[in-house]
Structures are given as structure tokens and as C-alpha cells.
T-cell receptor
Framework: DTGVSQNPRHKITKRGQNVTFRCDPI?????LYWYRQTLGQGPEFLTY????????KSRLLSDRFSAERPKGSFSTLEIQRTEQGDSAMYLC???????????FGPGTRLTVT | AQTVTQSQPEMSVQEAETVTLSCTYD???????LFWYKQPPSRQMILVIR??????QNATENRFSVNFQKAAKSFSLKISDSQLGDTAMYFC??????????FGTGTRLKVLA
């Protein structure tokens, strides 16, 4: 069990550019979640996959955001036309069908300049 | 709407002393889970302890224990024999049938030598 991994760990981009983040969950976990955490706040739910199906999306996830999990393994989160307000830590978590606790990755810190 | 409230933005405790972090929540669900997560500076979120709402017995994990008051919708975390490594942000989280966490805003705990 190598834990949840995320790449890159840090991303600095200019406003208007597109960025893509990757999350590799714990290998036997069917469920995968994306959260966003801004400074001084708790993580906020963005979206959730069970295997390859995206089952829920938050209203926080504007049409500039898209997430995929094509083979039910790793997931990508893409932000198009980034804005300064997108600057945050993007956290990925995974869980199995048998238990409810989620295991978090180290996050990708996005800075939009 | 489901909410989680942590009313203590910051706390400090002397090494080896005991500290209690507060959390209140609101949900109309009957089946739910409550969690405490620890987020050390610049490190990933780690699960500290979990509580199933249907269990009356308070959960305990080594130096960490909870006081779960279902009627009052209260879920506090007690850390005994505090250690320097306990310095972190602590987040209370609620999980219902939607599988997504609702997090509080966190309590920054500093353990003093």
C-alpha cells in the first residue's frame, strides 16, 4: 500500500492557462474524491467517482473544471482558463466500498498569477 | 443542509497535558459517520479517529478519544499526554449517505514544550 499520490505537488501558472492534475488512489479503492482547500478553511468537496463513473459534482465545479477517471484507476482534474480565485490546494482522496474513511493524498498546490 | 462547526480557531497546550477540541454538526440523516483528521504543517491529512453514529460507545485510539453526544450533535476530540508531534490543524468531518465529507473550518493546535 503506497498511499494516495498526487502530481504535481506544486503548480504555478498564469491566469488564462490550462492546468491538469493527476491523482493515483490506493490500488484497491473503488471510490475517488476531489476536494479544494483554501487558506484557513477546511476542504470543500468538488466531485466523486465510483470506479470510472462520476457520480456527483459540486456546484463549486464550474464548467471550466473537468475531472475524469477513464479506467477506474487514476484520475485527472483539469482547470481551463485559470483565474486567480482558483489558487488553492487540490486534494484527492480514495476509499474502498467496504469502509467509509477516506485516505488523502498530499495535495497539489496551485498558484495562479 | 449539513454543517460542521469548529468554534476554536486556535488552541495551545503544554506538552504532556490534555486538550479538548470542540465540534458540533447538523444533519437530518439517521446514519452518518464522524471523523477527526489531523493535517500537520505542509503534510497530508491523516485520519485520527472515527465514530459511527449508531454506536453509543465513544471511540478511542491510543491517546485520542472522542465525546460523542448524539442528541446535542456534539463530537469533541480529547488528546491526552499531548506531544510536540500533535501540533497540526485538526478538522472535524461529517460523512452521510452521499459519501462526501463535510469539513469544519479547523482548529490549529500548538503543543508547547
Amino acid at each position: 500500500d503506497t498511499g494516495v499520490s498526487q502530481n504535481p505537488r506544486h503548480k504555478i501558472t498564469k491566469r488564462g492557462q490550462n492546468v491538469t492534475f493527476r491523482c493515483d488512489p490506493i490500488s484497491e479503492h473503488n471510490r475517488l474524491y476531489w476536494y479544494r482547500q483554501t487558506l484557513g478553511q477546511g476542504p470543500e468537496f468538488l466531485t466523486y467517482f465510483q470506479n470510472e463513473a462520476q457520480l456527483e459534482k459540486s456546484r463549486l465545479l464550474s464548467d471550466r473544471f473537468s475531472a475524469e477517471r477513464p479506467k477506474g484507476s487514476f484520475s485527472t482534474l483539469e482547470i481551463q482558463r485559470t483565474e486567480q480565485g482558483d489558487s488553492a490546494m487540490y486534494l484527492c482522496a480514495s476509499s474502498s466500498l467496504e469502509t467509509y474513511e477516506q485516505y488523502f493524498g498530499p495535495g497539489t498546490r496551485l498558484t495562479v498569477t | 443542509a449539513q454543517t460542521v462547526t469548529q468554534s476554536q480557531p486556535e488552541m495551545s497546550v503544554q506538552e504532556a497535558e490534555t486538550v479538548t477540541l470542540s465540534c458540533t454538526y447538523d444533519t437530518s440523516e439517521n446514519n452518518y459517520y464522524l471523523f477527526w483528521y489531523k493535517q500537520p504543517p505542509s503534510r497530508q491529512m491523516i485520519l485520527v479517529i472515527r465514530q459511527e453514529a449508531y454506536k453509543q460507545q465513544n471511540a478511542t485510539e491510543n491517546r485520542f478519544s472522542v465525546n460523542f453526544q448524539k442528541a446535542a450533535k456534539s463530537f469533541s476530540l480529547k488528546i491526552s499526554d499531548s506531544q510536540l508531534g500533535d501540533t497540526a490543524m485538526y478538522f472535524c468531518a461529517l460523512l452521510t449517505g452521499t459519501y462526501k465529507y463535510i469539513f469544519g473550518t479547523g482548529t490549529r493546535l500548538k503543543v508547547l514544550a
